[in-house]
């Protein structure tokens, strides 16, 4: 489940322009609540209707490309503006072991990732300065949201992407939007717009306690997801297309589908072993993202 307090935000700058100007960037934003019409559809019905279209991706791997910009304040206070853009991937193993990684020409130049107990992200982009930030999800003190280059936590993707199953038994009003079903399950700081048609989702926000959108992400297209043994016109499909973006900032990664298959060859454990990591990429610095500072 989500967590109460936000995610960790970093203002990712827009891919071009935006990084020589940022400025504030959100896709449309939903109506108020009570300016909504209620759908004639309960909440259980639109959560096992969208668990029906999640029930084969307890483990899944996705070939993808990525178009990824962040903005940084280092220790000396001073904004800083990155971008990359490359080949990825992103593989899950539910309910919470993620990898996402931006790659040129076979090299790793960021790998993000979790696993039950910890969140990590490798940032390789400098050679002769490799960088890992490590955090955990049952950090007392809240993380350091400055330092990681990412508009979000590792381990929110599987929510983002619309691949976990809802639980049925929790409460929201189901309200039209745009000819969709919009609901907000009660404790899990999630907005999501799902299709009628389908049962899959076209838009999921991370909400702050008050119910705010931290980080928004537009689904776009169908993704076959190739699953062994199934017939080719029976398979589940994911998103082709996801644009996040960070509520209030000049934020957006993209991330478009090359491939996709819950075969489980693809999902090994060690590339969730924070250990195996460390002395795989060996980074020079090791910076603890819940450490007093």
Known sequence: MIRAAPPLLVCAALLLSACRSPQGLSPDTPPAVGQLEEADITYR???EGYNRT???????FLRTYIRLAWQETGEDGETRYRSE?????FIFNAPRSTVLTVEKLSRVYLWAGSNTERYWLFDQIDESNKVAYLGRHDAVRPPDARYLPLPFRPDDVPYLLGLLPLDPGLTSKVYLYRGQYLIEPEGMHLRMLVDPASFRPTRVDLLDAAGWSLVTCRLTGRFAVEVDGMNENALPVVCDDADVFVSGQASR???????????????????FDL???????????????DAPR
């Open 275 to 289: 250990e195996v990591l460390l002395g795989s990429l060996k980074p020079d610095t090791v910076i603890d993202l």
């Open 45 to 47: 019905e639109v959560a």
């Open 253 to 271: 990664m993209s991330i478009e589908l090359v491939h996709a298959t819950t075969n489980p060859r693809r999902v090994q454990d060690r590339m």
């Open 85 to 89: 853009a490359g080949d990825g991937k």
């Open 54 to 60: 999640v029930e084969r991706f307890d483990k899944l």
